[in-house]
């Protein structure tokens, strides 16, 4: 039996583990297979206050970890496979074989950034692919870019990137966006911004970094080449919640619904970080909901006596 039980291990699990744990309730971390989530694949981070000369994600992972466990959180480094959330103590299933009960439970599972499925996308991952224009936009100052998607994400990021690139390219599968209206006028509008239409990325190049792409036209199924410093895939994001499903308020995507600060529907349990947050998506972000979520699960606790 465990006080508190934290489901996922970026920088909203993390905090929410310091402050449990400074909280004398002793948290258990189940870390996931991917320990420490969306910052492990990260280079440089330089917009995470405290770090004027910037701070490699994975090192600001390892740093907040070891924090946390300074102050005794325990960590587990496997998947929870399943959740019974209908009453408490809630149980946490780990690997499909361990069971482990919870007075309260944190989640922090994250939202996982949709990708396109190429080797070489993945292999540059990083190194000019990023999924975050207000992480990685400042990098290509005065450079071409290329941005991938037809929504709103697709749009905003194009536009946000303007004010570092030469130029951007919005690359989208079909001849017409799939944005809400005022987004696409305001993309349209601006004359850095030039789109490729009814075009498919074949091919991520580059060794160490990026260096272009190869397209293909859907219609006349002609292949050409785009120059560019870096690729912003913009084609969504898909919350971590599936083992949640059916047990928990979320909206028409898949996130979590949370009122009250990190208060779910379900009494006891509470969210933080990417998992509950469709529009922020920042590591500061998290970690300041990380702890909220502590604080609430701490006084939720200290209610139950």
Not at 270 to 288: C, E, K, L, N, S
Request: hydrophobic share 40%; aromatic share 6%.
């Amino acid at each position: 039996m465990h006080d508190v039980i934290i489901v996922g291990s970026g920088p909203a699990g993390l905090t929410a583990a310091i402050y449990t744990a400074r909280a004398n309730l002793s948290p258990l971390m189940i870390e996931g297979s991917q320990a420490g989530g969306q910052l492990t694949l990260t280079t440089d981070v330089e917009n995470f206050p405290g770090f004027p000369r910037g701070i490699m994600g994975p090192q600001l992972i390892q740093d907040m970890r070891a924090q946390a466990e300074r102050f005794g959180t325990v960590f587990q480094t496997a998947d929870v496979t399943k959740v019974d959330l209908s009453r408490r103590p809630f149980a946490v299933t780990i690997n499909d074989e361990d069971t482990v009960h919870a007075r309260s439970l944190i989640i922090s599972t994250g939202a996982s950034a949709n990708l396109l499925g190429l080797d070489s996308e993945s292999r540059l991952l990083g190194h000019g692919v990023s999924t975050c224009a207000t992480c990685d936009g400042f990098f290509f100052r005065e450079q071409p870019i290329a941005v991938i998607g037809g929504g709103d994400s697709a749009m905003e990021e194009a536009t946000f990137l303007t004010k570092f690139a030469s130029q951007v390219t919005i690359i989208h599968r079909r001849d017409k966006l799939r944005a809400s209206k005022i987004m696409q006028d305001k993309a349209m509008k601006n004359e850095k911004i030039l789109f490729r239409w009814n075009s498919m990325v074949e091919e991520v190049l580059g060794d160490d970094v990026v260096t272009g792409l190869r397209l293909r036209d859907n219609v006349t199924n002609d292949t050409a080449t785009l120059d560019c410093k870096g690729v912003f895939v913009a084609i969504g994001h898909t919350p971590n919640t599936h083992i949640f499903r059916g047990q928990i308020e979320m909206d028409a995507n898949g996130y979590i619904r949370t009122s009250h600060g990190t208060a779910t529907s379900v009494p006891g349990v509470f969210a933080a970080g990417d998992v509950q947050d469709p529009h922020y998506r920042q590591a500061i972000t998290a970690a300041g909901t990380g702890c909220m979520a502590a604080m609430d699960a701490e006084r939720f606790l200290e209610a139950e006596g």
